[in-house]
């Protein structure tokens, strides 16, 4: 075959029998060329180039040469071909939490932006300061966002579709969710903020429920980013993560001491929240927690619907 049809027919075949060392290079080639990721396996020095050239070369750790395990970027130590595929599962659920943490932080950054932003030109004062922002980035950065990248494998991780070549990890699905969440925390911070003005609450106090209001949002955003897609509405699918409950408790404890110790008030400018504020807080995070939960249920629905055949019906 010439080159064009032979990547035509790699679309389309499975398995190329007897293939020389030179017809494995042509085929990682081939297959490249219509954006696919190759690995290809192999033990003899022949093999070398077609490893060299695939995107995961893979030597065998017993019956491989040295030459070939250079060539490799992976060796099986047990020449086990399942170890691939337990390699596949991890770099997946490793790409998903990568996912999954990028979509958690953003959306605190656009919301803390657009507070500022909605603060100035609409010509309010601002309900977070600056040292408060800071705060808020340290607490989700360290006691939240690393409990993601501890997700375990989620159920149907292996029977997904593999990701295009080109596929930016930050997608149209990322932007819309970064923006959505975004938007939601920021009507939360707002809310907290002015339902304390209204009951004529000082400037430290009304700012000190925003933060918290803030906090406690993304303490639910972390339950619903749990899984992109599907559902967080039970006790079960929080049960994998056995950090998610030290996270909690960790930002818990510190906002506890922002809200309540003086040297902490006495740097950012806050004042201690009455008991009778924080069932309304925990309820307005729940409302937050819905809404999320109900964009994602649009989501699998509309998903759902594009992918189900319209079956034609016959004349009668």
């Not at 989620?154 to 699905?173: G, W, Y």
């Not at 907290?192 to 933060?211: G, N, Q």
């Not at 925990?282 to 994602?296: A, C, R």
């Amino acid at each position: 075959m010439d080159t064009a049809t032979l990547q035509d027919r790699v679309r389309e075949v499975d398995v190329f029998a007897r293939a020389s060392p030179e017809h494995k290079l042509r085929l990682v080639k081939a297959i490249q060329a219509n954006k696919q990721i190759v690995a290809m396996t192999g033990d003899g020095v022949n093999d070398a180039p077609s490893l060299k050239k695939a995107d995961v070369g893979v030597a065998m750790g017993i019956k491989g040469t040295e030459v070939t395990k250079e060539a490799a970027e992976m060796v099986l130590a047990d020449d086990n071909f399942a170890s691939i595929t337990a390699a596949v599962k991890e770099g997946r659920t490793v790409y998903n939490n990568i996912e999954k943490a990028i979509l958690f932080m953003l959306p605190t950054n656009v919301a803390q932006a657009l507070v500022i932003m909605v603060a100035i030109f609409v010509g309010f004062t601002a309900p977070i300061t600056a040292p408060q922002i800071l705060w808020v980035n340290m607490v989700t950065s360290v006691a939240l966002g690393l409990v993601i990248s501890f997700e375990p494998h989620e159920l149907d991780v292996m029977q997904r579709l593999p990701s295009a070549v080109d596929r930016p990890i930050l997608n149209r699905f990322g932007v819309w969710r970064v923006v959505f969440v975004g938007l939601a925390l920021l009507a939360l911070t707002l809310w907290a903020f002015f339902w304390m003005k209204s009951k004529d609450a000082p400037d430290d106090l009304a700012r000190a429920v925003a933060v918290n209001a803030l906090v406690i949002g993304q303490v639910f955003y972390l339950l619903n980013s749990r899984y992109k897609l599907d559902s967080s509405l039970s006790f079960k699918a929080h049960l994998g993560n056995k950090y998610l409950l030290i996270g909690i408790a960790a930002v818990v404890i510190l906002q506890l001491l922002f809200t309540y110790t003086p040297p902490f008030q006495t740097l950012f400018e806050t004042a201690a929240i009455p008991l009778w504020a924080w069932p309304w807080l925990l309820l307005g995070g729940l409302v937050f927690f819905l809404v999320v939960e109900t964009e994602k249920f649009i989501i699998r629905v509309s998903r759902s619907a594009a992918d189900t055949p319209v079956l034609a019906q016959s004349p009668a």
